[in-house]
């Protein structure tokens, strides 16, 4: 025997669990599918090598899905000062918070302690019935919605079927939803390190010939870094002896906070940009990796996220039993949209920055010195990378879902 549901989100990381806590908060019956259920938070333990930039359109989702006074009670670091810059020129491009009336620019947030606040939101409410760990093995889908076989041979009917399972998606694969991918032969290496100096709060980038360095503040002083570079260099340089790697990252953030000196274990990620061709197939919708994957110098992946999961709600919120499928075209359309525009900027500015020589370099100085000069410009970027445009999800902008169902 089946259990019938509104919607079954299939991956329950940071995205797919604020789409199933939003869900079952506006009402709907839900059900939330994960191979692997997350280990609960432990603030005993060392901070975690994977770490997100949370914009200020996120914090506003992530309080509507019941996360963030969870968040706030453990550790983040809010950051009220952005710079970037060029290797061969300190000079470049800062963002204060105050200038544009912000509390912050956002936070410094390990993804285990979003995801894990997310899981308890959505345990505590005891609304959605929980797979976990289970998988999706097959679909199958009909006129008025989606049959879902799990591995554990349960199975399941959903109206509608969201699909929150990672950049690999096994649910794209199975409708055959097509990506445009661009392959860069880089990794992130990430890792936590102290410097002389503590961060006094800023979320520091430089530009290197190699690929873009961050350094990002955490609650305690230290950074949490993503430097991005050749697949080459990232495998030797997680493997280099301590010293040596603090010697290179010294001379590569140019000592910014003082020298490095201390590093943590390191790891290194691939980095590739995928967009989907759609993001909707019959009643199953793509949203998150699933969707799209962003590279990160722009700190953008899992807040393009938590927008669509913003956006899947409203959509379905205005829809009824009869117009169901419209709001689904239209989430598509909507965020697709918002994504490609978003996926292909950060892919230029990938490829500007890659641009070798001397000229290119004076011309992205001369660029950056222009931006720098101009508030509006600075106005409307700061928007854009807050998720708070004029076309963002109204959750993304402050409203609250109650405010959005009464409407
Ligand atoms: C080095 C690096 C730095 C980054 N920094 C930032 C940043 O500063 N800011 C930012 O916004 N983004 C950043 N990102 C991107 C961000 O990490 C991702 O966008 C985000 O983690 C994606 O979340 P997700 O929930 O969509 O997917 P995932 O985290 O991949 O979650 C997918 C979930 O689905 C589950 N799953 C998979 N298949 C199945 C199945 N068949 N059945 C059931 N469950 C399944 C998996 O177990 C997993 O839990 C960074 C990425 C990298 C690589």
Same mark, same amino acid.
């Given at each position: 025997?089946?259990?019938?549901?509104?919607?079954?989100?299939?991956?329950?990381?940071?995205?797919?669990?604020?789409?199933?806590?939003?869900?079952?908060?506006?009402?709907?019956?839900?059900?939330?599918?994960?191979?692997?259920?997350?280990?609960?938070?432990?603030?005993?333990?060392?901070?975690?090598?994977?770490?997100?930039?949370?914009?200020?359109?996120?914090?506003?989702?992530?309080?509507?899905?019941?996360?963030?006074?969870?968040?706030?009670?453990?550790?983040?670091?809010?950051?009220?000062?952005?710079?970037?810059?060029?290797?061969?020129?300190?000079?470049?491009?800062?963002?204060?918070?105050?200038?544009?009336?912000?509390?912050?620019?956002?936070?410094? /947030?390990? *993804?285990? %302690?979003?995801?894990?606040?997310?899981?308890?939101?959505? #345990?505590?409410?005891?609304?959605?019935?929980?797979?976990?760990?289970?998988?999706?093995?097959?679909?199958?889908?009909?006129?008025?919605?989606?049959?879902?076989?799990?591995?554990?041979?349960?199975?399941?009917?959903?109206?509608?079927?969201?699909?929150?399972?990672?950049?690999?998606?096994?649910?794209?694969?199975?409708?055959?939803?097509?990506?445009?991918?661009?392959?860069?032969?880089?990794?992130?290496?990430?890792?936590?390190?102290?410097?002389?100096?503590? *961060?006094?709060?800023?979320?520091?980038?430089?530009?290197?010939? !190699? !690929?873009?360095?961050?350094?990002?503040? %955490?609650?305690?002083?230290?950074?949490?870094?993503?430097?991005?570079?050749?697949?080459?260099?990232?495998?030797?340089?997680?493997?280099?002896?301590?010293?040596?790697?603090?010697?290179?990252?010294?001379?590569?953030?140019?000592?910014?906070?003082?020298?490095?000196?201390?590093?943590?274990?390191?790891?290194?990620?691939?980095?590739?940009?995928?967009?989907?061709?759609?993001?909707?197939? +019959?009643?199953?919708?793509? %949203?998150?990796?699933?969707?799209?994957?962003?590279?990160?110098?722009? +700190?953008?992946?899992? *807040?393009?996220?938590?927008?669509?999961?913003?956006?899947?709600?409203?959509?379905?919120?205005?829809?009824? #039993?009869?117009?169901?499928?419209?709001?689904?075209?239209?989430?598509?359309?909507?965020?697709?949209?918002?994504?490609?525009?978003?996926?292909? !900027?950060?892919?230029? /500015?990938?490829?500007?920055?890659? %641009?070798? !020589?001397?000229?290119?370099?004076?011309?992205?100085? /001369?660029?950056?010195?222009?931006? *720098?000069?101009?508030?509006?410009?600075?106005?409307?970027?700061?928007?854009?990378?807050?998720?708070?445009?004029?076309?963002?999800?109204?959750?993304?902008?402050?409203?609250?879902?109650?405010?959005?169902?009464?409407?």
């Amino acid at each position: 025997m089946s259990k019938s549901y509104d919607v079954c989100v299939v991956g329950g990381g940071m995205v797919g669990a604020a789409q199933a806590a939003l869900l079952s908060r506006a009402g709907y019956d839900v059900a939330l599918l994960e191979a692997n259920r997350p280990a609960e938070f432990n603030p005993e333990d060392e901070v975690g090598l994977r770490v997100s930039a949370i914009s200020a359109g996120s914090r506003a989702i992530l309080e509507q899905a019941g996360a963030w006074k969870c968040i706030q009670k453990q550790r983040y670091c809010a950051y009220r000062e952005m710079h970037v810059e060029e290797q061969g020129s300190n000079r470049g491009l800062d963002f204060l918070a105050d200038e544009f009336g912000r509390d912050a620019l956002g936070y410094i /947030i390990e *993804n285990q %302690l979003v995801q894990s606040c997310l899981w308890k939101s959505i #345990e505590a409410a005891g609304e959605v019935d929980i797979y976990s760990p289970d998988s999706l093995s097959k679909l199958e889908q009909h006129a008025g919605g989606v049959s879902v076989t799990l591995a554990s041979g349960k199975s399941l009917e959903c109206k509608v079927l969201a699909a929150s399972d990672g950049a690999l998606s096994s649910v794209r694969k199975m409708v055959g939803i097509d990506q445009q991918v661009w392959e860069y032969n880089e990794r992130g290496l990430v890792a936590v390190i102290t410097t002389e100096e503590p *961060n006094p709060g800023i979320a520091w980038q430089r530009f290197l010939s !190699g !690929g873009p360095l961050a350094l990002l503040p %955490l609650s305690d002083g230290r950074s949490s870094i993503v430097w991005t570079q050749s697949d080459t260099d990232a495998r030797r340089r997680v493997g280099l002896p301590e010293t040596e790697f603090l010697a290179e990252l010294s001379d590569a953030c140019r000592n910014v906070f003082g020298r490095v000196v201390a590093v943590s274990e390191r790891a290194s990620f691939p980095l590739r940009t995928r967009i989907s061709e759609h993001f909707l197939d +019959g009643r199953v919708v793509l %949203l998150g990796d699933a969707a799209h994957a962003v590279h990160p110098l722009a +700190g953008q992946g899992v *807040n393009l996220g938590f927008l669509d999961a913003a956006a899947l709600t409203e959509s379905l919120l205005a829809a009824d #039993e009869h117009s169901l499928d419209r709001a689904l075209r239209h989430y598509a359309r909507w965020r697709r949209s918002d994504s490609v525009l978003m996926t292909r !900027g950060f892919h230029a /500015i990938h490829e500007l920055f890659a %641009l070798p !020589g001397q000229i290119s370099s004076k011309i992205r100085q /001369i660029g950056m010195r222009i931006t *720098n000069k101009s508030w509006f410009t600075k106005d409307r970027l700061l928007l854009h990378a807050a998720g708070q445009h004029s076309d963002a999800p109204r959750l993304a902008k402050g409203e609250t879902l109650r405010e959005i169902m009464r409407s």
